[in-house]
C-alpha cells in the first residue's frame, strides 16, 4: 500500500517557507476583519435595542409623573374638604418636601459612598515607580 499524499500535504511541499508564512497572515488578516466586521453588527443591533428600551422608559417615566401629578391633585382635592382647599395644599407641599429631604438625604449619603476605582487609581500610582526601577537596573 502506498501513502498517497493529501491535497494540502502536497501544497506543502510544493510552496516555499515564505509564501505559506504570507498565506497564513493574509489569513488571519481576514480573519480579523471579519471578527471586528461581526462585532461591529452586533454592537449595531445591541445599540439599537437599547435605544428602543431607553426610549420606552422615558416614556413610562413620563406617564408615571403625570400619573403622580393626577394622584397629587386628587389627594389634595380630597384633603381639600376636609381641612379646607388652602390647607390642604400647605399638606400636600409639606408631604412632598419631607419625601424630598430624605431622598436627597440618601443620595448624599450614596454618593459619599462611592469609591471610585481605588485600585486602578493604585494601579496607575505604581507605574512610575515601576518604570524607574527598570532604568536603573540597565
Do not use: C
Request: hydrophobic share 45%.
Amino acid at each position: 500500500m502506498t501513502d498517497i499524499p493529501t491535497p494540502s500535504e502536497e501544497k506543502a511541499a510544493s510552496t516555499s517557507l515564505g509564501d505559506l508564512l504570507s498565506e497564513v497572515t493574509r489569513d488571519v488578516s481576514t480573519l480579523m476583519r471579519q471578527e471586528v466586521a461581526l462585532a461591529k453588527a452586533e454592537l449595531s443591533q445591541t445599540a439599537k435595542a437599547a435605544g428602543k428600551g431607553a426610549g420606552l422608559l422615558g416614556g413610562a417615566a413620563v406617564t408615571g409623573h403625570f400619573a403622580l401629578l393626577f394622584l397629587t391633585i386628587a389627594g389634595w382635592w380630597a384633603l381639600g374638604y376636609l381641612i379646607g382647599n388652602a390647607w390642604s395644599g400647605l399638606v400636600v407641599a409639606v408631604i412632598y418636601g419631607i419625601i424630598a429631604a430624605v431622598l436627597y438625604s440618601k443620595g448624599r449619603k450614596a454618593l459619599a459612598a462611592a469609591e471610585g476605582a481605588p485600585q486602578t487609581i493604585e494601579t496607575v500610582k505604581e507605574i512610575p515607580e515601576t518604570l524607574k526601577r527598570n532604568e536603573e537596573n540597565r
